[in-house]
């Protein structure tokens, strides 16, 4: 992709963040100080690059699921499953080595699991993912004994509340996770196989592609990405919550894509704007908190306004919007499904 | 004899203790102990109820999800002779159709909390943030009315802010945060009451991130009394949490060998104690008293 | 005038579909609407059923201008349309899909028996013998052709729109269709109607109308032009020769480097089969529809994996057990149902013309972008695609373009076996006979190709020999001068054909 | 045979061996107590199932319906408290707004050409906000009439239950069996189902069904909150958490396809009775740890949705 189309993809995902941002900052002008004490930066911006981390992180497994035709409704589980097992082997003693192994283990088991029950056995990626959905919480439960498994090791909690130059180590993450799923989708054909599998099985298929093991193998993405975002979410608190971990964040996993101008009927994807899709989310949530509104208005908030973004970057309404930004030339709408589609 | 017991769920380190005691329990006086966990979801509840009923169980303990809504499944007990117990917390139904209640008085832990505080500060000026449990949940409610009621003659103290941190550790430590970051960094925020030690925990851990010291800079009180909270009482980090013990069914279990026995009615409101604990109640003790009751 | 258009216009993005058309339809003529691939017919038929809106210009019926919003009003106006390539709901029994819309209730209540009833009805005159009951994806593509025609024409009270209908169908049905056609246009219907079939144009229609890139060219009665005035008028210049009908001599090349299929098949789809594909050879394949002939292409493709026999070459044994290791093989299967097994819809042009060498190249070694661009050009330019540019999604092309991508994104992979299943199906006749011509061009370059085509002529000029399919059984092949349509014809004949489609 | 009738076939076969099953280790589960209470517990599933499968068989999906039935049951104790109307005027209320609100969706699906599964995602945070705004608390409904109908119940020998909830969920089914098999309307969302474009071009009032699709999805949900309010008599915001997972499953292992154009009406309720039966099994067995109960409804889901592949591939390939 070229540096103008790019930023046409995006275009809309970056306009979102800054009005959300405006419209944070009228409750809270305050947001944009950033100052750096004790050796971080600290700020409302930095609070949301790092907070954003497992949602970021979920959204980029969760991109190219999508992009398959698919949907994960299981990574928040499978963050639950990887936290607790990076928890439990640190509490074994087993070193933080073992332990980011077995969590990025356990989530390619069970990125594994859902893409056999997609690719092989043929079950619909909703129902497929959601078993492991419910089973995965009691699997993880299974492992911490229900309770909250806590551990000490601070070079584990780096992974959580720790900075590098300042910045905190979740953002350090999930950007480079970003850029390394990025490079190796776009470097590589698989981008372009991927999105090829998510239009069309049947006929990629007949033209050669590995669709089966290119599936699960995107699945095993997914699983990847949820044990980042569990290793993070457990060295952040220093425990394992079984309970909580993740707890209905393949939501807005799912709601960041789709912000990020995703499809959800498979086909071209962008990581990058489901990256700002996750950031906008993340603005979202960090701006009720700041807002001090009472909490039951939490969700009302959260749901107008994503509302509002869906409205404004549908299909139907985002020609109208360019027409009245670039009056130039008449453009292409990249977005809009075609007439004659299935 | 058989004795069903519906729990809520598994949601937070003490109802799990809550469960591993029960259990434990119901052992030692050999009870078959028939477990039914209903994912935080009434419905769950109930259904289990009434299969407990269907399946002919000697009596029923259920630890509701949410105070309403049980009359017509406790009538159905009620007409196939099965006593029911309530565990921590109360129905909104007629008391007839219940055996006895044991529990603590939510809104009471959270008033000794608030009177704790106000006895701490001293007079002085306090700001106060407060993590609130899960919206709309009874404990959540409960505990901010009762420490409301608790800090009521104090004008010296005022709640800021206040958010739900939904009785998570992840979301205490996240909202915790942000309060930092709108109360100038920390410094205008003197006291934490967070609705149970998870939250307080989680936030404890945002305090010392940046860069201020729980226990001094910010009072910490917080309920439920789980061990990791004794171990920030014994690091100073954490000022005082309020007891709501895990034994609910040992009570029960007497009260129902009572029942069974001669018929004796116990009370209709068994009320555990709500035992304040500072860092002056010995938290490393207690930490190893508890750490292996499955919290 | 029953129905007109003036000066209509429709544009897509990069795309001028209709350049101001006015075109007329009588009551109770067959007026035919000709054209390239990509001229603008169907887009017409859709601005004209409401299923596109218009830029400008004015519909007009019976003289009142129209405003249909959607083909619901357009078939309140009493306009029956067949669409090409939509066909009907596969998941609905056949009775559903004739009756949508308009199922006869009672107290708001559909009733199932009065329903089958009319859909019985609505058939009957087509010859078809079939369960209303069932669902429709249970019959062939012919048959789900028959029911969107005999759909169209029972709504068709005034206007019978026919979008390259005969596509699929056999001689056989061709006639059946014709004539009911010939009955409603005595009924005073007007029918327009879209074909690539010349014969059939001159055979049915009364005029013709001529669109290139958009425009409108010229509208004559049938009888006043021939076949090549037609044609340049459609492409704009001569054709500069039309594919006579002869036949070549067998390949006598070596066997050695053949590829051997021995008793391969499939259980319920195609009997097993023997079968030597010489280099440089073309191999026809004829047959009725749902003779088997699709279903043979498959199990030679490895699409469907062959349950007996052995596949070998002079290397050895052939691994053809998925489309990726016939591909490896060096074999290529342009699909005859482009728009489920074909074109990646949203995918560009390019893309899409890369897809199978990329796919065998592997993921690790992308084509670099470059060379994309070069192949897809080159491609776009020998196959003449028409498409503003290579970024174009393919399933924004006209019909026929898409099959032309196709071809290219298997000529792309140089493959030594070539299948093609329907290639010139919804082909304009410039392309037809472009592909007629590319096919000689990698014969001789040594690439062995399987045509399967419904049309015998073209069979007969492109094949060596010709392998005949009749109820899922390789019957007879006919090689040397027993290639002639009257030979195949025979062949095809059995005693007991039906239309029936199989369990 | 009807060939698209195999997968209800499948489920009906699976649902009475997995009763057997049950029977065989615990008698009592034929008793026409257990009967009566798979009918009555499931009975607000049962009806937004009803919803959900028309929805589903359109291609489609709704996740608000599990918040849209606490909103219900907080708005009608609500009303109930603070005004004097009579419950029967509130469920009236009640049902318009929650069709409303299903129309609206459906509406902003078909205009805005927005996945169903965003916009009712949407829809979800919105209904249980709503029902946040209303009240945090849960609010016990006390009205006479309420008594009336949780008394209204056929004592069955044995002591089984056959109450009104149970009674209207059945009533659901049925009307959505005839909704969905004898109606227009029902056969446009097949229509749908089995592809918008094509739906679109052979007439189907695409954006018309589209909001009677949700609108009646919505309707269900209304009244699965009535029935769920009734149950309990209260109203709580945070009631039906996840809901709309079990519809769907529920919907799923009757055997209808989730990439919609497929499936009966009747295997909802027996997709909706076997996880009911599931529920009753792990309580009579009584010893599976809370994770363990996780897991196993996990293990059994998967174990239903492959026996029914199974099955339909042994009779596919015969
Ligand atoms: N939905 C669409 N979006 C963009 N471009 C389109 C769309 N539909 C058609 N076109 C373009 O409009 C032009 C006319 O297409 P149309 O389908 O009308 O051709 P046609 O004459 O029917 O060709 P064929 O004989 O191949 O069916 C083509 O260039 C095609 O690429
Ligand atoms: N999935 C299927 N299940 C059952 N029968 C099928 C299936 N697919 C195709 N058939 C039947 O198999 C027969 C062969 O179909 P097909 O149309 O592929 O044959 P063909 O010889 O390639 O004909 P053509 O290419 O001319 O359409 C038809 O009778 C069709 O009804
Ligand atoms: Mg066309
Ligand atoms: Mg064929």
């Known amino acids: ?342 | 004899q058989t004795i069903g017991f519906s729990q809520i769920g598994s949601e937070s380190g003490w109802r799990a203790a809550e469960t591993t005691v029960t259990m434990n329990e119901a052992k030692e006086r050999g009870i078959d102990l028939r477990f039914s966990d209903a994912q935080q979801r009434q419905e769950n509840q109930i259904a289990a109820l009434r299969s407990f009923i269907a399946q002919g169980v000697d009596a029923i303990l259920v630890a509701p999800v949410v105070a309403t809504g049980w009359d017509s499944v406790l009538e159905e007990a009620a007409e196939a002779e099965i006593p029911v117990v309530l565990l921590d917390r109360m129905v909104d139904s007629s008391p007839d159709l219940y055996l006895t209640a044991v529990g603590s008085d939510l809104v009471h832990e959270g008033r000794v909390a608030g009177e704790w505080l106000v006895s701490a500060v001293n007079g002085e000026e306090c700001r106060v943030v407060e993590l609130q449990g899960t919206t709309g949940s009874s404990p959540a409610i409960d505990r901010k009315k009762g420490f409301e009621e608790g800090i009521a003659g104090a004008d010296n103290i005022e709640i800021v802010r206040s958010q739900t941190g939904d009785f998570t550790r992840t979301r205490g430590k996240e909202v915790m945060e942000s309060f930092l970051q709108a109360e100038n960094g920390g410094a205008d925020i003197c006291a934490l009451y967070a609705h149970n030690d998870d939250m307080a925990v989680g936030a404890i851990q945002a305090i010392k991130e940046a860069g201020l010291k729980p226990g001094e800079d910010i009072l910490v009180v917080s309920i439920d009394a789980v061990p990791d909270i004794f171990q920030a009482l014994a690091a100073g980090e954490a000022n005082a949490t309020v007891e709501l013990t895990p034994n609910m069914a040992g009570p029960a279990f007497d009260a129902l060998e009572a029942f069974f026995a001669d018929g004796t009615m116990p009370e209709k409101f068994i009320q555990t104690e709500s035992k304040l604990y500072t860092q002056a109640d010995d938290p490393a003790g207690e930490y190893e008293a508890r750490k292996d009751l499955g919290y | 005038m029953l129905l007109s258009t003036r000066d209509l216009t429709k544009s897509f993005p990069g795309t001028l579909a209709l350049d101001r058309v006015s075109f007329d339809l009588k009551a109770g003529e067959v007026h035919a609407l000709l054209g390239e691939n990509g001229a603008g017919k169907s887009t017409l038929i859709k601005c004209l059923t409401g299923a596109y809106r218009r830029d400008s210009g004015d519909i007009l019926f019976e003289g009142e201008p129209v405003f249909p919003q959607s083909t619901l009003e357009a078939q309140a106006i009493g306009i029956g349309t067949v669409y090409q390539e939509v066909n009907l709901l596969p998941n609905l029994t056949v009775a559903e899909n004739l009756t949508l819309g308009h199922q006869p209730t009672r107290f708001g209540m559909i009733r199932p028996r009065a329903t089958q009833a009319l859909a019985q009805e609505m058939l009957a005159g087509y010859g078809l013998d079939i369960d209303v009951r069932r669902p429709l994806e249970s019959y062939s593509v012919a048959v789900q052709q028959i029911v969107a025609i005999a759909r169209a024409v029972h709504l068709s009270g005034r206007v019978l729109i026919l979008d390259e209908p005969t596509a699929s169908l056999d001689a056989r049905e061709v006639q059946m269709l014709f004539d009911v056609v010939r009955d409603l246009r005595v009924r005073g219907l007007g029918i327009i109607f879209i074909s690539h079939f010349l014969d059939q144009v001159f055979e049915i229609s009364d005029s013709l109308t001529i669109l290139r890139n958009g425009r409108h060219i010229a509208t004559h009665p049938a009888a006043d032009v021939d076949r090549m005035q037609l044609i340049t008028l459609m492409l704009g210049r001569e054709l500069a020769e039309e594919t006579a009908v002869r036949h070549r001599p067998e390949v006598t090349g070596t066997s050695a480097d053949a590829i051997r299929f021995t008793g391969v098949g499939r259980r319920g789809r195609i009997a097993p089969f023997d079968l030597t594909v010489r280099k440089g050879e073309v191999i026809g394949m004829a047959g009725l529809l749902g003779s088997g002939r699709t279903e043979s292409a498959e199990v030679l493709f490895g699409a469907v994996a062959s349950d007996s026999g052995t596949v070998e070459d002079a290397s050895g044994p052939v691994d053809l057990r998925n489309p990726r290791s016939a591909i490896a093989a060096g074999f290529a299967f342009a699909p005859e149902d482009r728009k489920t097994d074909g074109i990646i819809a949203e995918l560009s042009v390019r893309e899409n013309i890369i897809l199978a060498l990329q796919a065998r190249q592997g993921w690790a070694r992308p084509i670099p972008q470059a060379e994309q661009q070069r192949m897809a050009n080159d491609y776009i330019a020998r196959l003449d695609i028409r498409t503003p540019d290579a970024e174009k999604p393919v399933g924004l092309l006209s019909g026929g373009n898409q099959q032309k991508v196709i071809l290219a994104r298997w000529l792309a992979t140089n493959p030594r076996f070539l299948i093609l299943d329907e290639p010139t199906r919804g082909i304009d006749v410039g392309a037809h006979a472009e592909i007629l011509r590319l096919i000689e061009d990698v014969v001789a370059q040594g690439m062995s190709i399987l045509v399967i085509s419904s049309e015998l002529e073209e069979l007969v000029a492109v094949s060596h020999r010709v392998i005949v399919v009749r109820d899922r059984q390789h019957v007879s092949e006919l090689t040397g001068d027993d290639v002639s349509p009257d030979t195949i014809l025979r062949a095809i004949a059995a005693p007991h054909t039906t239309l029936e489609a199989a369990e | 045979m009807n060939i698209r009738a195999l997968p209800l076939y499948a489920t009906i076969a699976i649902f009475l061996l997995a009763y057997l099953v049950c029977y065989l280790q615990f008698p009592a589960m034929l008793s026409t107590r257990v009967i009566g209470n798979l009918l009555t517990d499931n009975a607000y599933l049962g009806i937004v199932a009803v919803g959900m499968t028309v929805v589903i068989i359109s291609g489609g999906i709704d996740l608000s319906v599990g918040s849209v039935i606490a909103f219900s049951g907080v708005f009608i104790a609500v009303l109930l408290r603070e005004t004097g109307l009579h419950p029967l005027a509130v469920f009236a209320l009640l049902l318009a707004i929650t069709t409303l609100f299903g129309a609206a969706m459906g509406g902003m699906i078909h205009l805005l050409a927005m996945p169903p599964f965003i916009v009712t995602l949407a829809g979800m945070f919105l209904a249980r906000g709503a029902g946040y705004m209303l009240t945090i608390d849960s609010v016990p409904i006390d009205h006479a009439f309420y008594e009336t109908m949780q008394r209204a119940y056929y004592l069955m020998p044995g002591k089984g239950r056959l109450t009104l909830l149970g009674g209207t969920m059945v009533a659901s089914v049925i009307l959505g069996m005839i909704l969905l098999h004898r109606t227009k309307f029902g056969t446009n969302v097949y229509a749908l189902g089995g592809g918008e474009a094509t739906a679109r071009l052979m007439g189907v009032a695409v954006g018309r069904t589209t909001v009677l699709i949700y609108a009646f999805s919505g309707l269900m949900a209304g009244l699965a909150g009535i029935v769920f309010s009734v149950y309990t008599s209260a109203g709580y915001p945070l009631a039906t958490v996840g809901v709309e997972l079990n519809a769907i499953a529920a919907v799923v292992i009757g055997g209808t396809l989730l990439t919609g154009g497929s499936g009966y009406m009747f295997g909802t309720l027996i997709g909706v009775l076997t996880m009911g039966l599931i529920q009753t099994y792990i309580v009579f067995d009584g010893t599976l740890s809370s994770w363990w109960t996780k897991i196993v409804i996990g293990a059994l889901l998967l174990m239903f949705i492959l026996l029914q592949k199974g099955l339909l591939r042994l009779r596919l390939s015969h």
């Open chain 1, 1 to 342: 992709m070229t540096g103008a189309t790019l930023l046409r993809r995006i275009a809309p995902q970056l306009l979102t963040l800054a009005a959300v941002i405006v419209l944070v900052s009228i409750y809270y002008p305050a947001f944009y100080q950033i100052v750096y004490v004790n050796d971080r930066l600290v700020g409302i911006p930095i609070d949301v690059i790092k907070r954003g981390a497992p949602v970021a992180l979920l959204a980029i497994g969760m991109t190219l699921v999508i992009a398959t035709r698919g949907i994960d409704l299981s990574v928040g589980a499978v963050m639950a499953i990887c936290g607790a097992s990076a928890a439990w082997s640190i509490d074994q003693g087993y070193g933080i080595g073992a332990a980011l192994g077995l969590a990025g283990a356990a989530g390619l088991v069970c990125g594994l699991w859902n893409g056999v029950l997609v690719a092989f056995f043929g079950i619909q990626p909703i129902v497929a993912t959601l078993i492991l959905m419910v089973a995965g919480r009691g699997i993880a439960q299974l492992i911490t004994g229900g309770t909250i498994l806590t551990f000490d090791s601070d070079t584990f909690s780096f992974l959580g509340s720790g900075t590098l130059l300042g910045v905190p180590v979740p953002t350090v993450i999930w950007i480079l996770t970003g850029i390394g799923f990025g490079l190796l989708v776009r470097r590589t054909a698989l981008g372009l196989l991927v999105e090829s599998i998510g239009v069309n099985l049947r006929a990629s298929t007949l033209a050669g592609i590995n669709s089966r093991v290119l599936l699960v193998a995107v699945y095993m993405g997914s699983g990847f990405c949820a044990a980042l975002a569990g290793v993070i979410a457990t060295a952040d608190i220093r425990g394992a919550d079984a309970n909580n971990a993740g707890l209905w964040l393949e939501l807005d996993a799912i709601l960041a894509v789709v912000i990020g101008g995703n499809s959800l009927l498979g086909g071209r994807f962008s990581i990058l704007a489901s990256l700002l899709g996750a950031m906008i989310i993340q603005t979202i949530n960090t701006g009720i908190l700041l807002a001090g509104f009472p909490s039951e208005f939490n969700l009302v908030i959260k749901a107008v306004l994503v509302i509002v973004i869906l409205v404004l970057q549908s299909p139907r309404i985002v020609p109208y919007l360019e027409l009245l930004t670039t009056r130039r030339q008449r453009v292409k709408a990249p977005a809009t499904k075609m007439e004659a589609g299935k």
